[in-house]
């Protein structure tokens, strides 16, 4: 029941809590509403309800005194309080996303949807806030419910093709200029990019690790050249010895040559061994032949075996 419940939060089949509410962070039918509109204790984003004051607020494109207002001056107007009022919320922490609503609802009328980097910031932002003016009304702020933009903005708005005008009730929201844009928001592009790249004394710290971890590179490799030098001079007494300096070493290494009498001394003794050799092959050939014909030698007798 409980995954059931929680599956269904805030979507159309929750009949507890109100999912305008929840995706919007406003509602038309407000405390009338027969949905529960709970507000979140703590949150990325804060609601600051009807702040932004148009121009032609009560005949789009009119003046209160009637008048027709150029689409460039009323932009110029809407830039201008952006502005100021990012660099005044830029105060309490990184800006995510700052949104102003272009409905013309009671409910959404006006309102300025701030999202930071983290969820204390907000919370240092709704503490300041509280209690101030704006153009001599005062800021209601509040947490918001909406973290997730993209589902709460009307996308037939965006494709200009929205037949509810500016009584829909997903979010209008009003556009800024490209360069405008690029001023406030790059800034963090720019520190980030900075906090990500090297300080020069970093640059300096890194070329001096690289230069000894290079050289104690090639510190090793010597050291393993030279230890297994030392290996291969220490694998057995016969090689030290084949190796070492001394007189010694050097006669098992390479043995001085015998005088003329021992060579010849040498050579009888190997001709002696030859034909004794030779006489044991022909002993051994005479008893075989002796066996085929019939006769074995005996030590006492031969006898003819029958």
Known sequence: MAEHLASIFGTEKDRVNCPFYFKIGACRHGD???????????????????????????TPGVDPQGHPIDPHKI????????????????????????????????????????????EEQAGNALKNLTGRFYAGRPIIVDFSPVTD???????????????????????????????????????YRRRHSRSRSRSPYRHRSYDERSRRSHSRKYDDKDHYYESRSRRNRSTSPDR???????????RDRSPIRDGSEERRARIEQWNREKELANRGNE???????????????N???????Q
């Open 240 to 250: 030290r010895r084949g190796r070492s300096r001394s007189p010694g070493g050097r």
């Open 32 to 58: 009338r509403c027969s949905r529960l509109h709970t507000k979140p204790s703590i949150s990325p984003t804060i609601l600051l309800s009807n702040m932004y004051q148009r121009p032609d607020s009560i």
């Open 149 to 187: 933009f993209r589902e709460a903005t009307c996308r037939q708005y965006e494709e200009n093709v929205c037949n509810r005008g500016g009584y829909c009730n997903f979010m209008h929201l009003k556009r800024i200029s490209r360069e405008l844009r690029q001023q406030l928001f790059g800034r």
């Open 75 to 118: 932009q110029q107007h809407f830039e201008d309080f952006y502005e100021d009022l990012f660099e005044e919320l830029n105060k309490y922490g990184e800006i995510e996303s700052l949104n102003v609503c272009d409905n013309l609802a009671d409910h959404m009328v006006g309102n300025v949807y701030v999202q930071f980097r983290e």
């Open 283 to 297: 002993d051994s050939s005479n008893k075989n032949e002796n066996n085929e014909n019939g006769y074995v030698q």
């Open 299 to 305: 030590p006492d007798q031969y006898y003819n075996q």
